[in-house]
């Protein structure tokens, strides 16, 4: 069989229709047929390393000018600077204590209440969470370290969705290489402290959202530029109506005022904080971040007040009840009382939707209301008069 094997390999292959049943028998027991077929060589080490840092200067090539450009025009919207100095009250939080939150209000009303609280600041920034919060109060911390200076009373404002495992955009471009450390030992996902860690020693890729921000504000230029064009072609253009208007403020806040659609975006909104409660996913890890946030402001001889900022009627109305914003109360109730800080619950403060932008988020004028009824209620707590009585 071996010699018929090799013999019928050394032959041509019929190409008639009827040859097909003999085509079949002769093969069997065919020794097949060794592969000539020029082996692929492996891929050098060398090779791989020559594309990844290609592949990485593109990149940085790409991402420095646009980054650049992004964060020129983020300067000319009227950014505000931080003080060149640490004041002795500070505000850290996302943007429920970025809108909601007026230091110009509540320092007045303070120091009549014989408190120093001198350039009180909003350090609040949209869209951040924990990590962040605990990496601006150890970045402050530090400075005033430097100084041979003490914290002073630092207000911080978390909510349920401040401590979400699920986030997959959560601005790490904002946290320091200082922050590894604390991240690694609290527990945090491996790709979370790779992609930091990454920033540190490649900046080009710190500078992703930066990019996408202007080449969407270059697409949405051009789409802009096309309405022209769809007039001229017959086409109805619908233009969407501002809804609202934002001050920046020299103290950090940025206020603003809702002018058009509350009653159909309101429940929009709702509907989007369902969602996100929804997906929320509480972890020990952003815990132990809050911890390490109140532990900093102790050791470095401060006051922590842990705030439970108003919400809307109907947002209460929907989460009061949620197994999820019951263990945010209560782990942070437990965090404050181990590490000698305050935790205030304001959630109730107002029952009027209508004093809200949207179901989490106070107007400016009830922003202004009730930063003055915060002042007069810090100025009372013990802790808080002991740490900034002049």
Same mark, same amino acid.
């Given at each position: 069989?071996?010699?018929?094997?090799?013999? &019928?390999?050394?032959?041509?292959?019929?190409?008639? *229709?009827?040859?097909?049943?003999? #085509?079949?028998? *002769?093969?069997?027991?065919?020794?097949?047929?060794?592969?000539?077929?020029?082996?692929?060589?492996?891929?050098?080490?060398?090779?791989?390393?020559?594309?990844?840092?290609?592949?990485?200067?593109?990149?940085?090539?790409?991402?420095?000018?646009?980054?650049?450009?992004?964060?020129?025009?983020?300067?000319?919207?009227?950014?505000?600077?931080?003080?060149?100095?640490?004041? !002795?009250?500070?505000?850290?939080?996302?943007?429920?204590?970025?809108?909601?939150? /007026?230091?110009?209000? @509540?320092?007045?009303?303070?120091?009549?209440?014989?408190?120093?609280?001198?350039?009180?600041?909003? &350090?609040?920034?949209?869209?951040?969470?924990?990590?962040?919060?605990?990496?601006?109060?150890?970045?402050?911390?530090?400075?005033?370290?430097?100084?041979? +200076?003490?914290?002073?009373?630092?207000?911080?404002?978390?909510?349920?969705?401040?401590?979400?495992? $699920?986030? =997959?955009? !959560?601005?790490?471009?904002?946290? #320091?290489?200082?922050?590894?450390?604390?991240?690694?030992?609290?527990?945090?996902?491996?790709?979370?402290?790779?992609?930091?860690?990454?920033?540190?020693?490649?900046?080009? &890729?710190?500078?992703?959202?930066?990019?996408?921000?202007?080449?969407?504000? *270059?697409?949405?230029?051009?789409?802009?530029?096309?309405?022209?064009?769809? $007039?001229?072609?017959?086409?109805?253009?619908?233009?969407?109506? %501002?809804?609202?208007?934002?001050?920046?403020?020299?103290?950090?806040?940025?206020?603003?005022?809702? =002018?058009?659609?509350?009653?159909?975006?309101?429940?929009?909104?709702?509907?989007? &904080?369902?969602?996100?409660?929804?997906?929320?996913? +509480?972890?020990?890890? #952003?815990?132990?971040?809050?911890?390490?946030?109140?532990?900093?402001?102790?050791?470095?001889?401060?006051?922590?007040?842990?705030?439970? @900022?108003?919400?809307?009627?109907?947002? *209460?109305?929907?989460?009061?009840?949620?197994?999820?914003?019951?263990?945010?109360?209560?782990?942070?109730? /437990?965090?404050? %009382?181990?590490?000698?800080?305050?935790?205030?619950?304001?959630?109730?403060?107002?029952?009027?939707?209508?004093?809200?932008?949207?179901?989490?988020?106070?107007?400016?004028?009830?922003?202004?209301?009730?930063?003055?009824?915060?002042?007069?209620?810090?100025?009372?707590?013990?802790?808080?008069?002991?740490?900034?009585?002049?």
């Amino acid at each position: 069989m071996r010699l018929f094997g090799l013999a &019928y390999r050394g032959a041509a292959p019929s190409r008639r *229709r009827g040859d097909t049943a003999a #085509h079949a028998v *002769r093969i069997i027991g065919r020794v097949p047929p060794a592969d000539t077929t020029p082996a692929t060589p492996p891929t050098s080490r060398k090779s791989v390393l020559v594309r990844v840092f290609a592949a990485f200067g593109l990149f940085g090539v790409l991402a420095f000018p646009i980054a650049r450009k992004a964060r020129a025009h983020r300067e000319d919207e009227g950014a505000v600077e931080r003080p060149d100095r640490v004041p !002795n009250f500070i505000i850290v939080g996302d943007s429920r204590a970025h809108c909601g939150l /007026a230091p110009r209000v @509540m320092r007045p009303i303070m120091e009549a209440r014989g408190l120093h609280v001198g350039d009180a600041f909003n &350090y609040a920034i949209d869209g951040t969470d924990v990590l962040h919060h605990r990496s601006t109060v150890a970045e402050l911390a530090a400075d005033l370290a430097n100084e041979k +200076q003490d914290l002073g009373v630092v207000v911080w404002t978390p909510n349920p969705l401040s401590f979400d495992g $699920s986030r =997959i955009s !959560n601005r790490l471009e904002l946290l #320091h290489g200082s922050d590894l450390r604390s991240l690694a030992t609290s527990g945090a996902p491996t790709e979370l402290v790779f992609d930091l860690a990454t920033m540190q020693f490649f900046p080009p &890729y710190r500078e992703r959202p930066a990019m996408k921000d202007w080449l969407d504000e *270059r697409g949405e230029g051009v789409g802009k530029r096309l309405l022209g064009v769809q $007039s001229k072609a017959g086409l109805e253009v619908v233009r969407e109506p %501002k809804r609202r208007i934002y001050t920046s403020h020299p103290d950090g806040q940025i206020s603003f005022r809702v =002018i058009a659609e509350w009653e159909v975006r309101f429940p929009v909104r709702l509907a989007t &904080y369902k969602d996100s409660f929804k997906k929320l996913s +509480q972890d020990d890890f #952003h815990f132990a971040q809050a911890r390490d946030l109140a532990k900093i402001v102790r050791e470095h001889g401060g006051t922590l007040v842990i705030l439970e @900022m108003p919400s809307a009627p109907l947002y *209460r109305q929907a989460f009061d009840d949620d197994p999820k914003q019951l263990t945010f109360r209560t782990r942070l109730e /437990a965090i404050a %009382k181990e590490e000698g800080a305050v935790f205030l619950s304001h959630a109730d403060h107002y029952s009027d939707d209508r004093l809200f932008g949207d179901p989490g988020h106070l107007v400016e004028t009830t922003a202004d209301d009730y930063s003055a009824f915060l002042a007069s209620e810090l100025a009372q707590l013990p802790v808080v008069r002991k740490r900034l009585e002049k």
